[in-house]
């Protein structure tokens, strides 16, 4: 059989900064599945600059799919935008409620710790840190309470975007391919987990 794999969420998701598709985050980890055996067919419904009340049209629209596997990437923008933690954490289980009702092993990738970016006023470095690991915990307790995957959960990859310069794309902002090649090697486990489970329903 062929397993379905959607990806949502916002610009990490959709590969944004990455050199060529094939490096994106879901791109990779599709053609892990492939080559591990399991044939993989990958849709993106995430969008450039979505926040998680972004996530309701995304999920209709992966819905219609059926999708086996989805992974979640949000956080982001909701950080950069002031939302405050519940609210978004509580339209992300959402997310993950109609998902895993129709089905869906889910996967979700909490928000990164914005803190590590260059461009981030050392004097402000403690308050973005601390708003991101408040809405990464926020995040976990909703995804896990709705019946998804939470990977990362301790942000170790953002530390590692914070030593070397060379896992950010031009703008500073976005990863490059190397980066996308960290985070999909951090997605990895619990995907591989998601996609095992869905094959064991339907077969």
């Known amino acids: 059989m062929t397993l379905t794999f959607?990806?949502?969420?916002?610009?990490?998701?959709?590969g944004?900064?990455?050199?060529?598709?094939a490096d994106t985050a879901g791109a990779r980890l599709a053609a892990e599945l492939t080559a591990a055996g399991t044939r993989t067919e990958l849709r993106v419904f995430a969008v450039p600059?979505?926040?998680?009340?972004?996530?309701?049209?995304?999920?209709?629209?992966?819905?219609?799919?059926?999708?086996?596997?989805?992974?979640?990437?949000?956080?982001?923008?909701?950080?950069?935008?002031?939302?405050?933690?519940?609210?978004?954490a509580a339209?992300?289980?959402?997310?993950?409620?109609t998902l895993r009702a129709g089905g869906t092993q889910v996967v979700v990738a909490p928000a990164p710790d914005l803190s590590v970016m260059s461009w981030i006023p050392q004097q402000l470095r403690t308050v973005v840190q601390a708003g991101s690991a408040l809405l990464r915990q926020a995040q976990t307790r909703a995804a896990l309470a709705a019946g998804a995957r939470v990977a990362n959960v301790e942000g170790t990859t953002s530390a590692q975007f914070g030593r070397n310069a060379s896992l950010f794309s031009g703008d500073?902002?976005?990863?490059?391919?190397a980066g996308y090649a960290l985070i999909a090697a951090a997605l990895s486990p619990a995907i591989h987990a998601a996609a095992a489970d869905a094959l064991s329903q339907t077969g």
């Open 6 to 14: 959607a990806v949502l969420g916002d610009s990490i998701a959709y």
């Open 16 to 21: 944004q900064g990455a050199s060529r598709t």
């Open 49 to 88: 600059g979505a926040r998680s009340d972004d996530l309701v049209a995304q999920v209709r629209a992966a819905s219609d799919w059926h999708p086996d596997i989805a992974l979640i990437i949000i956080g982001a923008n909701d950080l950069t935008h002031f939302v405050p933690p519940q609210q978004a």
């Open 91 to 97: 339209d992300l289980g959402e997310a993950v409620e």
């Open 172 to 177: 500073r902002f976005h990863p490059s391919s």
